[in-house]
């Protein structure tokens, strides 16, 4: 027998560690630090160096590897051949795609296309693709916005503009209003400042009807009717009014006091109250924290997406505006920070000649005429998912001569593309970045080589001008495009590429205090108060018990979810509101427009008229909020009234009942 001989192979591992910024639709745009072995990533972390990111990632972003390594990932160009998609050549995509734009913009004209682009990647180097529209067209595009239209809105009407102070402000603060946010989940790097204010001493209050991990946080939690915002703010206001707590000198810096105070007096404080389905107690106690401020309020987004959602946060507005809680170190209404302020876009002139309204995008694409809308092109966004009315959305994409989708993942979007372009991930992405969340600005960098077959929404759009006559106007490398977004403000005051490639910096044009002095950006320089009530929200009714909020959930961006949740969806309602239905078994969650076969799950603190399901699902595997909820607008800035849709929760031996 001859001697057994082990042989030792020696594998040698190479790690590298390299940095980026996260181009997610998030507050917090965070410092990425990932590791690579032999050139893949194995982990990814918080940048302890970047003074907001501190160090840690949230949930969706440290499960990241997933998407970034899913077999799912689109790797090729694919076309769409009978009921499938074949795999081609980036030049045949790019071949067809050209000849049948130019055919669909000489037969019918340059607005029968829509160009609709999304908050995928928030990189600005993208906006290259509404730049080729414009210059192709100008095309159809979009108009309103469903994330946060109503309340910017809002603060332009009421302060000129929207914009908000850095988060450290909040440690001058002794009193924080966060109305209708949840920080845990979709701004969980501002917890660092939360935390350190109330070690300091400030209050934290919770006015949400949902109850969420953030109400732990918080010394008190008011949980009033969905939408019921306005009202309870009336009261509000009818208590400052009759305690004398408004600011003596409001009227300096307010204009429309009177007529603003009789809004708050067309009602008693016990009917402003009712309204919001909270004790007077309420009104009261927030009356009390704005009086003793100074107090910021942080108004979420959440509330403008209703029937009422604009007029609701200029209610709160005028809170922070009459208590002088406004313009002052820790007293301040902040909504966002205006992302795009320092970067320079007037290459994009929004100049189309007809644009879609976004909440309404399937039923108009459907309705438009002369020219109807032929062909869509479809880039970091999933309407169908996304926006409200999941099924028209769908089939008005189902019915166009030509649909293109620039994405990751065979998306319910995707699924209705003629031709399908995979394009690089948050890890392969080589952009510039801002926040609306805090004022630091810089680059994302590739971490990681892409996939051979994929290419960036740049290169892919350069792609596109050289077969349609505009090569010359796209031309530029993703760092000429980035100089030249820097160029008019960023550049001279300091933060220039080669600054921001060595990591990011705070804005250097941006101002330490908002509305500094109470100084504001209206015409004439005052805040102005409103004086009529918005439409009301929604109300709960027999048939329908229950008010759907499809609010961020920890494990998903949107629709991208982290890993494949298990279907059916979760639905979580009180036990009282269950319909019987026992915790852990399954229902059916219907409304006007759709229904679904749902999870339910028990939750006592919630409200018995609130149904609370995850805001980004997949209409494929059943599991949408969108297909129950109906296309309409919010109030005012063409938001959507996603979270006012009545439904109601069956057994599921029940026979449907639309
Ligand atoms: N994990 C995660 N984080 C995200 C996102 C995500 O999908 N997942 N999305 C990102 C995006 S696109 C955005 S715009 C922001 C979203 O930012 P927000 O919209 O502020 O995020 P949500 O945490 O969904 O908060 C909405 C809150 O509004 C509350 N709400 C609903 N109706 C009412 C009401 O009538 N009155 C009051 N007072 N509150 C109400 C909900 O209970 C919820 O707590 O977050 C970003 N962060
Ligand atoms: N019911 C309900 N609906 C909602 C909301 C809600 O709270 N409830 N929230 C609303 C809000 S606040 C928002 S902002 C919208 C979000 O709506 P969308 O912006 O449509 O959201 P996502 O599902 O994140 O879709 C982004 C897509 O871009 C792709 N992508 C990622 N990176 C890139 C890239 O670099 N380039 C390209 N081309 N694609 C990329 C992703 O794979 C994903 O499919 O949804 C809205 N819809
Ligand atoms: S999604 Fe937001 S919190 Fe998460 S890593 Fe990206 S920027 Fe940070
Ligand atoms: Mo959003």
Not at 254 to 262: I, K, S, T, Y
């Given at each position: 027998?001859?001697s057994?001989?082990?042989f030792?192979?020696?594998i040698?591992?190479?790690?590298t560690?390299?940095k980026?910024?996260?181009?997610?639709d998030c507050p917090?745009?965070?410092?990425?630090?990932?590791?690579?072995?032999?050139g893949?990533?194995?982990?990814l972390?918080?940048?302890k160096?970047?003074p907001v990111?501190?160090g840690?990632l949230c949930?969706?972003?440290?499960?990241f590897l997933n998407?970034q390594?899913?077999p799912?990932?689109?790797l090729?160009?694919?076309?769409r051949r009978g009921s499938g998609?074949?795999?081609?050549?980036w030049?045949?995509?790019?071949?067809?795609?050209?000849?049948?734009?130019?055919?669909?913009?000489a037969?019918?004209g340059?607005a029968?296309?829509?160009?609709y682009?999304s908050a995928?990647g928030?990189?600005?180097?993208?906006?290259?693709?509404?730049?080729?529209?414009e210059l192709?067209g100008?095309?159809?595009d979009k108009?309103?916005d469903?994330?946060?239209?109503?309340?910017?809105?809002?603060q332009i009407?009421d302060f000129?503009?929207y914009?908000?102070?850095?988060?450290?402000d909040?440690l001058?603060?002794?009193?924080i209003?966060?109305w209708?946010?949840?920080?845990?989940?979709?701004?969980p790097?501002?917890?660092?400042e939360?935390?350190a204010?109330?070690a300091?001493?400030?209050?934290?209050t919770l006015?949400d009807?949902?109850?969420?991990?953030?109400?732990?946080?918080?010394?008190?939690?008011w949980?009033?009717?969905?939408g019921?915002?306005?009202?309870?703010a009336?009261?509000v206001?009818?208590v400052l009014?009759e305690?004398?707590?408004?600011?003596p000198?409001?009227g300096?810096?307010?204009?429309?006091?009177?007529?603003?105070?009789?809004l708050?007096?067309?009602?008693?404080?016990?009917?402003?109250?009712?309204?919001a389905?909270?004790p007077?107690?309420?009104a009261?106690d927030l009356?009390?924290?704005?009086?003793?401020?100074?107090?910021?309020?942080?108004?979420?987004w959440?509330?403008?997406?209703k029937?009422?959602?604009?007029g609701?946060?200029?209610?709160?507005?005028?809170?922070?505006?009459?208590?002088g809680?406004?313009?002052i170190?820790g007293g301040?209404?902040?909504f966002?920070?205006?992302?795009?302020?320092p970067?320079d876009l007037?290459f994009?002139?929004g100049?189309?000649?007809?644009?879609l309204?976004?909440?309404?995008l399937g039923q108009?694409?459907?309705?438009?005429k002369?020219?109807?809308i032929?062909?869509?092109?479809?880039?970091?966004?999933n309407p169908?998912a996304m926006?409200?009315?999941?099924?028209?959305t769908?089939?008005a994409?189902?019915t166009?001569d030509?649909v293109?989708?620039?994405d990751n993942f065979l998306t319910?979007?995707?699924?209705?593309?003629h031709?399908?372009?995979p394009?690089t991930?948050?890890?392969?992405d080589?952009?510039?970045?801002?926040s609306y969340g805090?004022?630091?600005v810089?680059v994302?960098?590739?971490?990681?080589?892409?996939?051979?077959n994929v290419?960036?929404?740049?290169e892919?759009?350069?792609m596109?001008a050289e077969?349609t006559g505009?090569?010359?106007?796209?031309?530029?490398?993703?760092?000429?495009?980035k100089?030249?977004?820097?160029?008019?403000?960023?550049?001279p005051?300091g933060?220039?590429?080669?600054r921001l490639?060595?990591g990011p910096?705070?804005?250097?044009?941006?101002?330490?205090?908002?509305?500094?002095?109470?100084?504001?950006a209206?015409?004439?320089g005052r805040a102005?108060?409103?004086?009529?009530?918005p439409?009301?929200?929604a109300?709960?009714?027999?048939?329908?018990p229950?008010?759907l909020l499809?609010?961020?959930s920890?494990k998903?961006q949107?629709?991208?979810w982290?890993?494949?949740?298990?279907?059916p969806?979760?639905?979580t309602v009180?036990?009282?509101?269950a319909?019987?239905?026992?915790?852990g078994?399954?229902?059916r969650?219907e409304?006007?427009?759709g229904?679904m076969?749902v999870?339910v799950?028990h939750?006592?603190?919630?409200?018995?008229?609130v149904?609370l399901?995850p805001?980004?699902g997949?209409?494929?595997?059943?599991m949408?909020?969108n297909?129950l909820?109906r296309?309409?607008?919010?109030d005012?800035?063409?938001?959507?009234a996603?979270?006012d849709e009545l439904v109601?929760?069956v057994?599921?031996?029940a026979?449907?009942q639309?």
């Amino acid at each position: 027998m001859g001697s057994a001989r082990l042989f030792f192979v020696t594998i040698e591992t190479t790690t590298t560690i390299r940095k980026t910024l996260c181009n997610r639709d998030c507050p917090d745009t965070c410092g990425i630090i990932a590791t690579l072995e032999n050139g893949r990533v194995t982990q990814l972390q918080g940048d302890k160096e970047h003074p907001v990111t501190r160090g840690f990632l949230c949930h969706r972003t440290n499960q990241f590897l997933n998407l970034q390594y899913s077999p799912d990932r689109i790797l090729s160009p694919l076309i769409r051949r009978g009921s499938g998609f074949e795999p081609v050549s980036w030049a045949e995509a790019m071949d067809l795609i050209a000849e049948r734009l130019l055919a669909i913009r000489a037969e019918s004209g340059a607005a029968s296309i829509l160009h609709y682009r999304s908050a995928g990647g928030m990189g600005f180097v993208k906006h290259a693709t509404s730049y080729f529209f414009e210059l192709f067209g100008p095309v159809t595009d979009k108009q309103g916005d469903i994330c946060s239209g109503a309340g910017e809105w809002a603060q332009i009407s009421d302060f000129g503009d929207y914009d908000a102070n850095d988060a450290s402000d909040l440690l001058h603060a002794k009193e924080i209003l966060i109305w209708g946010r949840n920080i845990h989940v979709s701004w969980p790097h501002l917890l660092p400042e939360l935390r350190a204010a109330k070690a300091a001493g400030t209050q934290l209050t919770l006015i949400d009807p949902v109850h969420h991990r953030t109400a732990e946080l918080c010394q008190r939690h008011w949980q009033p009717r969905p939408g019921g915002d306005f009202a309870l703010a009336m009261g509000v206001a009818r208590v400052l009014f009759e305690r004398g707590w408004v600011h003596p000198d409001a009227g300096q810096w307010c204009d429309h006091l009177d007529g603003f105070r009789a809004l708050a007096e067309s009602r008693s404080l016990a009917e402003w109250c009712g309204e919001a389905d909270l004790p007077v107690d309420a009104a009261e106690d927030l009356a009390q924290r704005l009086h003793q401020g100074p107090t910021t309020i942080l108004v979420g987004w959440g509330m403008g997406r209703k029937l009422n959602g604009g007029g609701s946060v200029r209610a709160l507005d005028a809170l922070g505006a009459i208590t002088g809680n406004v313009g002052i170190p820790g007293g301040s209404v902040n909504f966002e920070i205006k992302r795009r302020r320092p970067f320079d876009l007037s290459f994009v002139r929004g100049n189309a000649p007809r644009r879609l309204t976004e909440p309404l995008l399937g039923q108009e694409i459907l309705a438009a005429k002369d020219p109807p809308i032929r062909a869509v092109w479809i880039t970091a966004g999933n309407p169908v998912a996304m926006l409200p009315d999941s099924r028209t959305t769908a089939h008005a994409l189902a019915t166009r001569d030509f649909v293109v989708v620039v994405d990751n993942f065979l998306t319910d979007t995707a699924e209705h593309a003629h031709v399908i372009l995979p394009t690089t991930t948050l890890l392969e992405d080589d952009d510039l970045l801002g926040s609306y969340g805090h004022h630091y600005v810089g680059v994302s960098q590739p971490v990681v080589e892409r996939p051979p077959n994929v290419r960036s929404d740049l290169e892919i759009i350069q792609m596109l001008a050289e077969r349609t006559g505009l090569a010359s106007e796209l031309a530029g490398d993703v760092r000429t495009w980035k100089r030249r977004i820097l160029a008019g403000k960023l550049a001279p005051a300091g933060a220039t590429l080669e600054r921001l490639e060595q990591g990011p910096m705070r804005n250097p044009l941006a101002t330490t205090m908002v509305w500094k002095d109470r100084r504001f950006a209206t015409p004439n320089g005052r805040a102005q108060l409103m004086r009529e009530a918005p439409p009301p929200a929604a109300r709960p009714t027999a048939e329908f018990p229950l008010l759907l909020l499809s609010v961020s959930s920890e494990k998903s961006q949107a629709s991208q979810w982290s890993r494949t949740p298990e279907a059916p969806l979760v639905v979580t309602v009180h036990p009282l509101a269950a319909c019987g239905i026992a915790d852990g078994a399954l229902g059916r969650l219907e409304s006007a427009i759709g229904s679904m076969t749902v999870r339910v799950r028990h939750d006592v603190q919630q409200r018995r008229d609130v149904a609370l399901v995850p805001k980004g699902g997949s209409l494929r595997r059943g599991m949408c909020a969108n297909a129950l909820i109906r296309a309409r607008l919010s109030d005012q800035g063409m938001g959507a009234a996603l979270y006012d849709e009545l439904v109601r929760l069956v057994p599921l031996t029940a026979p449907p009942q639309n």
